[in-house]
């Protein structure tokens, strides 16, 4: 069955390049009806990415860590993130070392609606807390919480780009800025 159906395929290919087309006009007295457009059928357009899904992956980076009394340190990052379909929710580990300091931050959110929600915790430090925000786009806005520790967070991601900063509130830590690319 198969090969009959390709054979008759490749036999209607041969005749249509030999065989000249049929003039367009058509015959006397006949009448012409007019053709409506084709209308391709439209589909429907595929669904734009969760924003969290466009971060999963391994990352690699760097940055600087800014201390109080004008100390500045070059860091060197690694980020991982597990995006969770099922409950639009993130799980992140970042590593960053520079000749000075260490810092092993993991996190895990959720998102509804806009908003984020979580926990986060930092290993070298034995610190943990809350994090929340807003998801708007590539972009997260948050504030990550502990018993005596409060940050800024922004993070923007743009195709294999992604810049994280974080901003600590009354420590001697002024801000860890980060750029990653994906690995």
Not at 54 to 76: D, P
Not at 142 to 156: C, K, M, P, Q
Request: charged residues 20%; proline residues 5%; contains cysteine.
């Amino acid at each position: 069955m198969k090969s009959s159906i390709i054979r008759g395929f490749a036999a209607f290919l041969l005749i249509s390049a030999f065989v000249p087309a049929a003039r367009a006009e058509p015959p006397e007295g006949a009448v012409a009806l007019p053709r409506e457009p084709a209308v391709q059928a439209s589909l429907p357009k595929p669904e734009a990415a969760h924003p969290f899904a466009q971060m999963a992956g391994s990352w690699n980076g760097g940055g600087t860590i800014e201390l109080t009394g004008e100390i500045k340190e070059n860091l060197r990052c690694r980020a991982s993130y597990t995006y969770g379909a099922a409950n639009t929710s993130l799980a992140l580990s970042i590593r960053c070392a520079s000749d000075n300091y260490k810092f092993e931050l993991t996190s895990n959110v959720v998102e509804r609606r806009g908003q984020i929600s979580g926990t986060w915790s930092e290993a070298a430090y034995k610190v943990s807390g809350q994090i929340s925000g807003r998801l708007s786009g590539n972009h997260i806005a948050a504030v990550a919480r502990g018993d005596n520790f409060t940050s800024d967070l922004a993070v923007t991601t743009t195709a294999n780009r992604m810049m994280v900063t974080m901003t600590p509130k009354a420590t001697y830590v002024i801000a860890v800025k980060m750029a990653f690319n994906r690995r």
